[in-house]
């Protein structure tokens, strides 16, 4: 959904005052400072992206180190940008029964990103199973900015839903944030409403958050 709403209360079939929009004026809230492009963003990281930055451990490789590979690729899936990424350790051994848990940590951009990692069964060719869930999240600037760009494309670009001025606040570069959560930041648009003619604009803020994956969505 575009996060520009708009109200046509007051507007009658006989009075099109409200059917043409003018450009955003004397806009009422917080003007946020990065300007964005709408369908300017980057298109999300690909698996095969991710897999091509970290290769596959060689011959030989334990468990560990499979695992370790594993969570380098979605760390740089969940921070969507290609950033130097490293393996950290896992605590202990990996589990061995179904149900048990253990952590363990990658490097991103030279943040640790802990991981929490639940034994789920074996495969058919009688190799672990394992299910992973993000500790804390990593993101970018970049990356967010990106998916706004992409969020607010998703409206009809030449239509009257058609966000206007997209914008964000100014990030840092490389931050972490807890899944499910707000992340503290906001993103925005123009809000308008019309009656018989008068427009009024204001700001619509949206947060930015992550999804339980540690992925960013305005949603």
């Known amino acids: 959904m575009t996060a520009v709403v708009t109200l046509l ?25 990065v300007e964005i492009r709408p369908g300017g963003g980057s298109p999300a990281l ?12 060689g011959r030989g490789a334990d468990g ?7 969570l380098q690729r979605e760390t740089l899936l969940m921070a969507d940008d290609l950033r130097p990424v490293r393996p950290g350790r896992c605590t202990g051994a990996l589990p061995v029964r179904a149900g048990a848990t253990t ?12 991981w929490k990692v ?3 069964g074996t495969t058919p060719d009688s190799r672990p199973r394992y ?8 993101h970018t600037a970049q990356a967010v900015y990106a998916a706004y760009a992409r ?7 030449d239509g009257p839903l058609a ?12 931050f972490t944030a807890p899944p499910g959560e707000d992340t503290g930041y906001f993103c925005q648009d123009v809000l308008w409403s019309c009656r018989s003619g008068d427009f009024d604009f204001t700001w619509n803020d949206l947060p930015v958050r992550t999804d339980d994956h540690g992925k960013v969505t305005f949603e």
């Open 103 to 114: 952590r363990c940590t990658v490097f991103y951009a030279d943040v640790e990103v802990p």
């Open 9 to 33: 209360s007051g507007c009658t079939e006989t009075s099109h005052r409200c059917d043409d929009r003018p450009e955003p004026s004397d806009v009422g809230g917080l003007r946020r400072p």
């Open 118 to 120: 639940k034994r789920t």
């Open 131 to 138: 299910d992973t869930a993000p500790v804390t999240g990593v």
């Open 151 to 157: 969020h607010v494309a998703r409206s009809d670009a």
């Open 46 to 57: 690909t698996t095969a992206a991710a897999a091509r930055a970290v290769p596959a451990a």
């Open 64 to 70: 560990t180190d499979r695992l370790l590979v594993r």
């Open 163 to 174: 966000p206007r001025d997209p914008r964000c606040d100014r990030l840092p570069d490389v």
